[in-house]
């Protein structure tokens, strides 16, 4: 079983900067055959894919609307996953969830078999 909790959301400024991270627990990940992604949802709107990677950094996968701006890592060591968003628009406004699943690096939601809580990110004008 594992278990995935996000922080780092909060609110702040267009064209600022936040880092959300997503700590996981129950097994430590060594190989792409584990991926991890962010998503983010609004209420009345699909759950939208924003970036993903493979748990040894050697893969990474983002959504055009984020490319250049968000930048997603790991920390082996730490166990974590963390997503770097920069010049942050209102659009970016939503609830973040970070994701795993057995496999490689994927865009679908349905994919992922754990889930985070989520963390909310604010984006004021």
């Known amino acids: 079983q594992i278990q995935l909790v996000e922080s780092g959301g909060g609110l702040v400024q267009a064209g600022g900067s936040l880092r959300l991270s997503c700590a996981a627990s129950g097994r430590t990940f060594s190989s792409e055959n584990y991926a991890m992604g962010w998503f983010r949802q609004t209420p009345g709107k699909e759950r939208e894919f924003v970036a993903a990677?493979?748990?040894?950094?050697?893969?990474?996968y983002y959504a055009e609307s984020v490319k250049g701006r968000f930048t997603i890592s790991t920390d082996n060591a730490k166990n974590t996953v963390n997503l770097q968003m920069n010049s942050l628009k209102s659009e970016d406004t939503a609830v973040y969830y970070c994701a795993t699943r057995g496999g490689g690096i994927a865009a679908l939601d349905t994919l992922y078999n754990y889930w985070g809580q989520g963390t909310q990110v604010t984006v004021s004008s």
């Open positions: 990677i493979g748990w040894s950094g050697g893969s990474t």
